[in-house]
């Protein structure tokens, strides 16, 4: 069983940044694909970032491209999301999550384990 904690969410304003950390605890981080993902309220949940288990692939949704990374340490089992350029619509509770395989992907029902979430709130 993986256990999932994101931290870093907060109230910026547009064209600020924030750095969002998810640690991971109960399983063998280092084999896990993790993913981003974010809900807007009354929206369904959209995938935001992934990469595999080595960090050597990577993939984005195109409205976070050039403006979000996604990378992971795996000596600290944890993945973060560097979000810079943040605008109004990137407002939303965002999750990591993690596949009990390697490789990538941006389905939610790919994902086998769930944090708890943390919100983004970017204020125009």
């Known amino acids: 069983q993986v256990h999932l904690v994101e931290s870093g969410g907060g109230l910026v304003h547009t064209g600020d940044s924030l750095t969002l950390s998810c640690a991971a605890s109960?399983?063998?981080?280092?084999?896990?694909?993790m993913g981003w993902f974010r809900q807007a309220p009354g929206k369904d949940r959209e995938f935001v970032a992934t990469?595999?288990?080595?960090?050597?692939?990577?993939y984005y949704t195109d409205s976070v491209k050039g403006r979000f990374t996604i990378s992971r340490d795996n000596a600290k089992n944890t993945v973060y999301l560097q979000m810079n350029s943040l605008k109004p619509e990137d407002t939303a509770v965002y999750y990591c999550a993690a596949r009990s395989l390697r490789s990538y992907h941006t389905r939610p029902s790919e994902y086998d384990y769930w944090g708890q979430g943390t919100q983004v709130t970017v204020s125009s």
């Open positions: 990469i595999n288990w080595s960090g050597s692939y990577i």
């Open positions: 109960g399983g063998t981080f280092s084999n896990a694909a």
